[in-house]
């Protein structure tokens, strides 16, 4: 099956300072976690809040995406920890 993101929901995971969205190939949900150090390059200098971080998610989404399928492919696992390495940034 292919990777597929037919719910659009994201949140914010304050705990792993990470926004959570799920894939799924076929029946099985993929659990993804993206660092908001990602998002963080694009927004304004004050302390980014969870509404700023969600949105940034929302102008990303496809490129995102776009990664969390790379990702997936390569790993195959049911939670899938994207990192600064997946966008082609240095750690």
Do not use: C, W
């Amino acid at each position: 099956m292919t990777l597929s993101f037919p719910n659009p929901s994201r949140s914010y995971d304050e705990s792993r300072h990470s926004v959570r969205f799920v894939g799924h190939d076929g029946l099985t949900q993929i659990r993804f976690f993206l660092p908001v150090s990602i998002l963080a390059d694009d927004l304004i200098t004050r302390m980014p809040t969870e509404t700023d971080y969600l949105s940034a998610f929302d102008g990303k989404r496809k490129d995102i995406f776009q990664v969390a399928r790379k990702a997936y492919e390569s790993r195959r696992r049911d939670m899938i920890e994207l990192d600064p390495t997946s966008f082609g940034r240095s750690a």
